[in-house]
């Protein structure tokens, strides 16, 4: 069963609320919608072997960061620097925007109005 919706993207930053990097703040490096997963900046390292492909490649470990369940991220509201719900509404000029439920400060917009 896959989600197609999440409620972060790339660039949010968020709180890691469970795992092994429980308390961590860090940006979204890449989202995947249909699995339900994100990439987020120092989080959830792993070490990984690499073997060289050619010959003036060099092999070795490599750290890298792995994904993430959507579900155990939380965005962070840039106005209150804190962890927060969002919720979603339209303004007046007909944009949906994401704001946050703590301060009523809009964090991005969504979808642009349309034009009458």
Same mark, same amino acid.
């Given at each position: 069963m896959s989600r197609n919706k999440i409620h972060v993207k790339k660039d949010d930053q968020v709180y890691v609320l469970t795992g092994k990097d429980a308390g961590k703040t860090g940006k979204i490096i890449a989202a995947y919608p249909s699995k339900?997963? *994100?990439? &987020?900046?120092?989080?959830?390292?792993?070490? +990984?072997?690499?073997k060289p492909?050619?010959?003036h490649q060099q092999g070795g470990i490599i750290r890298q960061e792995m994904p993430i369940d959507a579900s155990n991220v939380m965005l962070v509201c840039p106005k209150?620097?804190?962890p927060s719900k969002m919720g *979603?509404? &339209?303004v007046e000029n007909g944009d949906?925007? +994401?704001?946050?439920?703590?301060?009523?400060a809009t964090v991005s917009v969504i979808s642009k109005g349309k034009k009458g």
């Open positions: 339900g997963r *994100v990439i &987020v900046e120092g989080v959830n390292i792993a070490t +990984r072997h690499v492909k050619s010959q209150c620097k804190r *979603v509404k &339209v949906k925007v +994401r704001y946050c439920k703590a301060c009523e």
